[in-house]
Every structure is written in structure tokens, then in C-alpha cells.
Nanobody, 118 residues
Framework: VQLQASGGGLVQPGGSLRLSCAAS????????MGWFRQAPGKEREAVSC????????YYADSVKGRFTISRDNAEATVSLQMNSLKAEDTAVYYC????????????WGQGTQVTVSS
């Protein structure tokens, strides 16, 4: 099982980034997927989740209207488009398999750093 996250970087406030997560080694289209983040000194939090069939989604209140999650089951990828980034979005972002409740279900990617700073 492998979840390879990419797309992080340094961006100015108000900017955009697109994170991608490439999955392999498990039946991707059977799994709901999610993005989580952890900032220094803070607990990990769920950012956004998407069902296995590209249906119902979840967004944390702090990112609603700014972030969009999507998936491509044919390519076994899940993406997170992040717009209007704020300094408080700075964190390491992880992709993971999740239950429909958006709780982690066991498989994690390695994390990609997102830094929002001027």
C-alpha cells in the first residue's frame, strides 16, 4: 500500500496550491479518502473527505468555500485544491483512507508541507 502526496510548498497569503495523492496497492475505488493536516503544536485535524464514488464530501468549517476535494478513480488519485490560503493553513498535509465518518481507516501518506507566508 502506498499513498504518495505531492504539491506542497511555500505560497503567499491569498495564493493557491493543489495537493495530489497517488494511491497504489489497494482497491482505491472502494475507499473513501481524506486529507488531514497537522500544524506545529496542534493536533491533527480532518480537512476534507470524499466518498469512494466521488459523492458526498466533508469540509472542515475553516476551509469551506476555499478548498475543494476531488478524486479520479481511474487514475487512483485524490486532490485538494486550496484557494485563498491563509497563514493558519500552514501545516503538514496528509492523505489517508477514511471511513464515511471521515475518521482515518488505516492507510496514510507521507505528508507534504504547506507554508503560507509573505
Amino acid at each position: 500500500v502506498q499513498l504518495q502526496a505531492s504539491g506542497g510548498g511555500l505560497v503567499q497569503p491569498g495564493g493557491s496550491l493543489r495537493l495530489s495523492c497517488a494511491a497504489s496497492g489497494f482497491p482505491f475505488d472502494y475507499y473513501a479518502m481524506g486529507w488531514f493536516r497537522q500544524a506545529p503544536g496542534k493536533e491533527r485535524e480532518a480537512v476534507s473527505c470524499i466518498s469512494s464514488t466521488d459523492g458526498p464530501t466533508y469540509y472542515a468549517d475553516s476551509v469551506k468555500g476555499r478548498f475543494t476535494i476531488s478524486r479520479d478513480n481511474a487514475e487512483a488519485t485524490v486532490s485538494l485544491q486550496m484557494n485563498s490560503l491563509k497563514a493558519e493553513d500552514t501545516a503538514v498535509y496528509y492523505c489517508a483512507t477514511v471511513y464515511t465518518s471521515c475518521q482515518p481507516s488505516g492507510y496514510w501518506g507521507q505528508g507534504t508541507q504547506v507554508t503560507v507566508s509573505s
